[in-house]
């Protein structure tokens, strides 16, 4: 595979390089389980690369992209294996789009996961206050002061939707627990299709990785959210991959649930500090072993 830069640790491997090629560049069915939350195309622009997909000028170009790594996903997963996509409805811009409103982000997900082989799994929506998103995106739709000029302007906040996907076949290493583990419980609250209770500020340390060409704000996937996707698909010492690495937050909560992480990033300084965050995690377990 084409990589700029490849790291290692006790049970990881981070490489710097095009998401595409990385995971082109996986063995077959050498993957349990696969978490990210992709660029969500021109809303978060993190680099001025050609090779990024959040780099798009439209949607089209974004799945056109994302298209092919879908592909590739589905044959380094091992059959009746999980894939968890982190999204969410995007408001759309008169300036980009023509229209102010929203954008099927999710639904777009689904529809090409499917036409890759995917088969839908579950959805879970993640509340998120109104009041922070207004505060951090000053959305004419959540301002209070719209009431009063127009309410067919004002809308509800957007949350965020955990979205998972499995492939074809019949599973040849069951994920089970047990009563004492993953007690009744807590089975309940994570069945809920709706979860109320995650911390949007439960994510690792990411300032440092920002740089001044950042159009907009790094966006850290929540680490309860992870959490709950790899203990609740994967079993310890199994292989989780992240084709959009960031900062290492999938690789992090990977690592301290004793399973093994392998993951991509395009963006040198978000890979940097990535490797760090791998570093300083609690590593369990033997040595990679040569997947990679």
């Not at 993957?31 to 990210?36: D, F, P, Q, R």
């Not at 994302?66 to 294996?81: A, C, E, N």
């Not at 996509?85 to 929203?102: A, F, N, W, Y």
Request: glycine share 8%; with cysteine.
């Amino acid at each position: 595979m084409k990589v700029l830069n490849q790291k290692e640790g006790a049970d990881w491997v981070a490489y710097h390089g095009d998401c595409v090629e990385v995971v082109g560049g996986l063995p077959d069915e050498s993957i349990h389980y696969t978490i990210y939350s992709p660029p969500f195309a021109s809303l978060y622009t993190y680099s001025s690369s050609e090779r990024d997909m959040g780099n798009c000028r439209t949607h089209g170009e974004f799945h056109e992209h994302y298209r092919f790594l879908l592909g590739d996903l589905l044959r380094v997963t091992k059959p009746g294996r999980l894939m968890s996509v982190h999204c969410m409805m995007l408001p759309t811009s008169k300036s980009r789009d023509g229209v102010i409103g929203l954008s099927d982000f999710p639904g777009e997900i689904m529809r090409a996961a499917s036409a890759a082989g995917w088969i839908i799994h579950s959805k879970v929506t993640i509340w998120k206050d109104p009041v922070t998103a207004m505060q951090r995106t000053k959305a004419i739709g959540l301002l209070h002061k719209q009431l009063k000029k127009d309410s067919c302007m004002s809308r509800q906040g957007i949350p965020d939707e955990l979205i998972t996907f499995r492939k074809p076949g019949d599973n040849p290493e069951r994920v089970f627990h047990t009563d004492e583990t993953f007690p009744v419980e807590l089975w309940q609250k994570w069945a809920s299709p709706v979860w109320m209770d995650i911390n949007p500020s439960d994510t690792l340390q990411y300032r440092s990785a920002r740089e001044e060409e950042d159009e907009r704000h790094i966006c850290p996937l929540q680490l309860e959210v992870i959490e709950r996707g790899i203990r609740l698909w994967s079993n310890p010492g199994d292989t989780v991959l992240s084709p959009f690495m960031g900062i290492g937050s999938e690789g992090h909560v990977a690592l301290k649930n004793s399973r093994k992480f392998v993951g991509a990033e395009l963006k040198e300084s978000y890979f940097k500090q990535a490797v760090a965050n791998l570093e300083n995690s609690t590593v369990q377990g033997n040595l990679f072993g040569g997947l990679v």
